[in-house]
């Protein structure tokens, strides 16, 4: 893989990771799209340099938010050790934790459907279109929450919806 198509990878995965766009598949897209035959014949060495980008992430997402995972961490442990959610901290983390569980079910059970007959470009591309139109109906609906109003039954729609991003 040249350095270039490397930098360009890198800058795709960093901007696409935080935004509600899928950040693998444009590291399936960009490629394509280019017609970049680095990793060809050589899947282990593309899961390798995608899991680098994605680690690479992971720890510059981390480093950021430190003092927050911090602090909700601490407060997840505490309310371990009192037996009690009443701590907005400690409710938020158990939830965010919580909304990670059917991702990981999903992933974890249909990992080898998911890159085989969903990371095909044309089946990545319409469902970032359907996305784009998912995220466009749920910009005009109207309401406003807090995070205080973020519920067990939110934490499962969320990671349904990581789910289906998969």
Do not use: C
Not at 50 to 59: E, F, K, N, R, S
Not at 63 to 71: E, K, Q, S, T, V
Request: proline share 3%; no cysteine.
């Amino acid at each position: 893989m040249s350095i270039l198509h490397a930098i360009i990878l890198g800058i795709a995965q960093g901007l696409t990771e935080f935004l509600p766009i899928s950040s693998s598949g444009h590291l399936i897209l960009i490629p394509d799209l280019f017609r970049w035959n680095d990793f060809a014949g050589s899947e282990s060495l593309n899961k390798a340099f995608d899991v680098a980008l994605h680690l690479g992430t992971l720890v510059g997402a981390s480093w950021y938010f430190r003092h927050d995972l911090a602090r909700y961490i601490a407060a997840a442990a505490r309310s371990l050790k009192l037996r009690s959610l009443k701590d907005p901290d400690a409710r938020l983390a158990w939830l965010l934790l919580a909304s990670a569980v059917p991702a990981a079910i999903i992933g974890a059970l249909f990992s080898s459907v998911i890159e085989k007959k969903l990371g095909q470009p044309v089946v990545i591309g319409a469902m970032l279109i359907a996305g784009a139109l998912l995220l466009w109906w749920a910009d005009r609906q109207s309401g406003k929450r807090s995070i205080e109003e973020f519920q067990l039954r939110d934490a499962g729609v969320m990671g349904l919806a990581q789910a289906i991003a998969l």
